[in-house]
């Protein structure tokens, strides 16, 4: 947990920084170790990021109904508390692993190394992290994975991006989710979103997709297979 401090207070700054950085240290220790496991066994780890209420949960659904009879899914579920989400995913047939934070405000690399070693993930397959819904603590952690994904909603506002730049200039990709509302909002344009994405991060992978309709999902799903190190259905 990162502790704010008054300025005046300049030797509790200087303390803050020193644990703020050896927290860093340690995390980005266990998530290479992550990321050598996972390479190893030509798994695709994605870290997925997002608001509370963006979709992630739901994107994760459809993904795993379109994909889970051409390759191996697992899925870890971080929430500060409950394991609804786990439990929608094993629902599906697809093992699902709940992280509860607590107070944290995001996932790190240790409590992925404990839930991969529950999981057991087949070679070849897909990993999904769904983070905490949070859109700031998220940006700072490395957790191993291969990519990283943020979700936003047409409901959150086309200015999210400038709001919060260092997760979006993070990602790798980002899927726009809710595309169904789009004649119900007043006031949201959708290129000024895209816009604004691709001022803070003009290499990353814009997706429009609707995972309640299903509108846009093929071209999500068709990228996940690209970047399987393996080809599809080809898991050891």
Known sequence: MFMCYDHDHHYDEQA??????????????LAERNRGYFEAKRILAL????????????LLEETIRRLKDRLDIYVI????????DA????????????V?????????????????????????????????????????????????????????????????PNIFSEADVCVINKTDLLPYLGG????????????VNPRTHVFELSAAKGDGMDAWCGWLLKNLPVSAGGNA
Do not use: W
């Open 16 to 29: 803050a920084i020193a644990v703020e950085q050896d927290i860093l240290q340690r995390n980005n220790l």
């Open 47 to 58: 870290n997925l990021m997002s608001s509370p209420g963006s979709g992630k949960t739901s």
């Open 77 to 84: 579920e971080g929430d500060q508390q409950t394991s609804n």
């Open 87 to 98: 439990n929608r995913i094993a629902a599906l047939s697809v093992p699902a692993f709940q």
């Open 100 to 164: 509860n934070t607590g107070m944290g405000c995001h996932l790190e690399a240790g409590m992925v190394n404990h839930a991969v070693r529950h999981l057991e993930p087949s070679t070849g397959a897909l990993l999904f992290i769904e983070n905490v819904g949070n859109l700031v603590c998220p940006a700072m952690f490395d957790l191993g994975e291969a990519k990283k994904v943020v979700i936003v909603s047409t409901t959150e506002g086309d200015d999210k991006p400038l709001k919060y």
């Open 188 to 199: 949201f344009d959708m290129r000024t979103l895209r816009d604004n994405i691709l001022k």
